[in-house]
């Protein structure tokens, strides 16, 4: 119950203390009363990019949701610490892939296509589906390096497993020219593979997703565009692939930040991912005509539970000497991972 402006000024106040010792890094779906404090912000292939690179801070505070705080912490050294301020915050989408499934799916594929099968996960995955990505030659990637790194994967493998997000990874084998019949699916909670015609497969999706993006229709595409001819549309790449296809543009949140700067005065644009983030371009730009897609519960309440008072608490703990929520991927699991993670970073 404590006052925000009492909240706001601890959290001022224990920066200050700390200095460069302390990093806060913040998506950007994070809400405004959390990225007000945010040393840097950024999409998932930044803010790995940028613990990767960061060897100052003792502690990273994390505003994000659990993947991101484990891929940080797997990728800085063991003097630093990473604190997820609310542990609470996972990503469904991550949750829909565990090692049990994978290590069954795996077995069955690589026995039905002569091994010649790479694995890929979305960074939106557990440290332990990412350490068996990395123990079995495959890759990281994200929303930004996708494409890239698909195509990279196609030319050493016939087959690919990508997961969790089957739209991400549709949306990227159609964009890089793949058809239907190439695509398929793997029913994960069935343990079985849809595909019409096994032989002609070259990316086996997971069948995950995002319950935000999903939210997404081509009907409001459609009746946006009977009410402004001129409208642009942009969507993230979690949306299913009706919907990029009736969009204008795809992209992470990252390039959604860069396609809205870059607009010219007046340009109107319809926004299809978490509502945090367009609510602040729309505020941020008010000489563009910029709308959500969809206005309607398109918030990401994982990425939501990190608030003002959580992140006071959690400098709270850390300026008292016992830091809370400390995110630890266990040494083994990090080290597969890390495989997976360098590979990603070395060819974005
Ligand atoms: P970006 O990497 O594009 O920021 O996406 C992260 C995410 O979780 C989108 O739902
Ligand atoms: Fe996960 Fe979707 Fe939230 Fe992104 S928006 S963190 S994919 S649940």
Redo the contacts with the bound molecule.
Sequence with gaps: DEPAVAQVARIQKIKQQFGADLLIVA?H?QKDEVMQFADARGDSLKLAQIAAANQQAKTIVFC??H??AETADILTSDQQQVILPDPMA?????DMANSFQLTQAWSLLTSQFDDDILPITYV?STAAIKSFVGDHGGVVVTSSNAKKIVSWALQRAKRLLFLP?QHLGRNTALALGLTPANIGLWQARANRLQATNPAALRVILWDGY????QQFKVAQIAALRAQYPEIKVIV?P?CAHEVVAAADEVGSTAAIIDYVQQAPRGARIAIG??NNLVGRLIKQYPEKQLMFLNPFSCS????NRIDLPHLAWALDQLASGQPGNVITVNPEIASGAKKALDRMLSLS
């Excluded at 990401?300 to 990425?303: E, Q, V």
Aim: net charge negative; charged share 10%; aromatic share 8%.
């Design positions: 998506h779906y994000g949701v993947f991101m996972g990503c469904s989408m991550a939106n997000d995002c319950s935000v993006h993230h979690e991912t978490d990401c309440i994982l990425m």
